[in-house]
Each structure stands twice: as structure tokens, then as C-alpha cells.
């Protein structure tokens, strides 16, 4: 089995890469995020690979950090979710912002990806909640704050933070993640105000 390929990038395509291994050139598929973190032609570069081997093809994935290998892998547990949605996916929503989105329950923010239309973007929330790889880059306090928010069980003023925060255009993921980081701080009897201005705060640097 191929864990990582390490050589310069030769060449690109619409959603893969090639890899030239010693002499080897190596045909990666990758998520959108993947393929722009890439250097240009000519220059090194690391994929960490999950590698798929069916009766009719060999195929390898590509990945910039362990962790969106974790998430391809569990993504693709739910049904009706392959390798190219999982792609699809991760094409949209870094690994922090997937996990934010299954614990909070938000389809919408899975729904963006092309090719996952509402019923299968409710699915991946459901069956993925509490499925979060260990390598899902995600922190503990920011995490279990967002599955609070998520089964309606927060705090009434960290609640009213992220929703106030949310209305002035941030995604819930970014939010709760900003309010988080400031409960930790503060601790979480800060009053509403003071959570959505110190929350705007950390949005904002």
C-alpha cells in the first residue's frame, strides 16, 4: 500500500495531481483545497495517500495533512458518500470547519459541496455526529461547545453570542468556534455583550 508519496509536483489537472517519485510519475486525485496549497510545477512536494483498489482500478487520493485523510476515509462510511463527494466535501470545508458542521448539526454548510443535495447532506451530520477522527484538528473546549449548541443544551448567553454573531454573516462553525475561545478565557458566565464583542475580536484577527 501507497501512505505518502514525496517528489515534485510535474504536472496538474482538473482535480488531480502528478507526482514524480524518483521517476515514477504517480497520479493523485485531490480535493480543491488540496490542489491550491500544492507549489507550482517542478517543485517538491509531500500528499499523504489513501490508496482505493477495486476489481477495475487502482486510484490514489492525495491530501495535504493526515488529518483530511481521516476525514476522507470516515466520510466515505456513510452511504451514498464516495470518493468523489468526499472530495467534494473537502473541496469546501477545511477538516475544522467538516467537524464544527457535524457537531453543530449543519447541513447547510455539507450542502455546499457539489453533488450533496439536502437528504444526503442530513445524512452526513447524522451518522457522522460523534465520529470525529482523532487526527480532526479540532479543539476539545471548542468542540464539545459547538455539540452543546448543537442539542440545545448551551448556556442562554453563549447561545444568543453565536446566533448574534451568525447574523452578521459568519458561518455558525466560525462563531461558535470564536465564542469558544472566549468562554475559555472568560469563563462562561460573560455577559452576552461582552461574549459577541470579544468574540468579534477573534473573528476578526
Given at each position: ?37 500544492l ?36 466520510l466515505?462510511?456513510?452511504q ?82 453565536v446566533s ?29 455583550e461582552?461574549l ?10
Amino acid at each position: 500500500m501507497i501512505g505518502k508519496l514525496k517528489g515534485l509536483v510535474d504536472g496538474f489537472g482538473d482535480d488531480f495531481v502528478h507526482i514524480d517519485v524518483g521517476g515514477v510519475v504517480y497520479e493523485a486525485f485531490c480535493s480543491a483545497r488540496t490542489l491550491g496549497a500544492l507549489p507550482q510545477v517542478g517543485h517538491a512536494a509531500v500528499l499523504h495517500v489513501e490508496m482505493v483498489v477495486r476489481e477495475d482500478m487502482i486510484r490514489l487520493y492525495g491530501f495535504a495533512s493526515e488529518a483530511e485523510k481521516a476525514w476522507f476515509t470516515t466520510l466515505m462510511t456513510v452511504q451514498g458518500v464516495g470518493a468523489r463527494v468526499a472530495l467534494a466535501v473537502l473541496s469546501v470545508l477545511s477538516v475544522s470547519e467538516l467537524a464544527s458542521a457535524i457537531a453543530l448539526q449543519d447541513k447547510a454548510m455539507v450542502g455546499r459541496a457539489n453533488g450533496v443535495g439536502p437528504k444526503l447532506a442530513l445524512r452526513i451530520v447524522t451518522e457522522l455526529k460523534g465520529k470525529v477522527p482523532a487526527l480532526g484538528s479540532v479543539d476539545v473546549g471548542v468542540l464539545g461547545l459547538q455539540a452543546a449548541l448543537g442539542e440545545g443544551v448551551a448556556a442562554g448567553n453563549v447561545a444568543d453570542a453565536v446566533s448574534a454573531l451568525s447574523n452578521l454573516g459568519y458561518s455558525s462553525a466560525q462563531a461558535s468556534a470564536a465564542v469558544a475561545r472566549v468562554v475559555g478565557r472568560e469563563g462562561d458566565g460573560t455577559p452576552t455583550e461582552k461574549l459577541i464583542r470579544l468574540g468579534l475580536r477573534e473573528l476578526s484577527s
